[in-house]
């Protein structure tokens, strides 16, 4: 999902991106969510192994705490830029 920067078209190291990115939350927050979007209850146990299989898959995770998305934004970015053979490319978690 994450491509040159952008997750899903929208770049990840600006102001703007942060109001999407709740919708990348942990499990609980997942669930609900899906659920009060009146998702049936197969779709909510596909996007909960979708994530878990996601979360195997890729060990990188970055905790957002109680850091500034700013500061966690720069973060990513500088990480997904870093990184041998990425080419702004990898895979990335957040929590």
């Known amino acids: 999902m994450l491509d040159d920067g952008a997750l899903l078209g929208v770049p990840i190291a600006v102001p703007e991106a942060a109001p999407g990115w709740p919708a990348y939350d942990p499990d609980e927050v ?7 979007r009146g ?3 197969e779709w909510v146990e596909e996007a909960m192994t979708d994530a878990a ?4 898959l890729i060990p990188t995770v970055f905790h957002s705490g109680r ?13 997904t830029r870093d990184r041998p053979g990425a080419q702004g490319r990898p895979g990335i978690r957040a929590s």
């Open 53 to 56: 299989e996601g979360r195997a």
């Open 67 to 79: 850091e500034d998305v700013a500061d966690l934004a720069a973060r990513i970015l500088s990480w």
């Open 30 to 36: 997942r669930q609900d969510r899906l659920r009060d």
């Open 39 to 41: 998702s049936p209850p």
